[in-house]
């Protein structure tokens, strides 16, 4: 069994930064990848950041720059640092672990950016 928590999510202001943490837990042999995906209300769930355990990365279009995602191997975790937040990133942010072969993904972890 493979647990996935979010943590860091929360109320900030236009302009902020949040850093999003992300841990996998349990029977895990080797993950492939981690990463996030978000959801705002009434759209399509999207990728936002991955990372691949040789550290290659691949943003959504939207991030331009404002966000870096980086891993911990160690400690089966990965981090994600957003600035420059903006309403449109409000959104349930979910948490993925690519465990092959079988991904598993957390409870999600809300942000909201508003004054």
């Known amino acids: 069994q493979v647990q996935v928590v979010e943590s860091g999510g929360g109320l900030v202001q236009p302009g902020g930064s949040l850093r999003l943490s992300c841990a996998a837990s349990?029977?895990?042999?080797?993950?492939?990848?981690m990463g996030w995906y978000r959801q705002a209300p009434g759209k399509q769930r999207e990728m936002v950041a991955t990372i691949t355990t040789d550290d290659s990365t691949n943003y959504g279009d939207f991030v331009k720059g404002r966000f870096t995602i980086s891993r911990d191997n160690a400690k089966n975790t990965v981090y994600l640092q957003m600035n420059s937040l903006g309403p449109e990133d409000t959104a349930v942010y979910y948490c993925?672990?690519?465990?092959?072969?079988?991904?598993?993904w957390g409870q999600g972890t809300r942000v909201t950016v508003s004054l």
């Open positions: 993925y672990a690519a465990i092959i072969p079988t991904t598993y």
């Open positions: 349990g029977s895990i042999f080797s993950i492939y990848a």
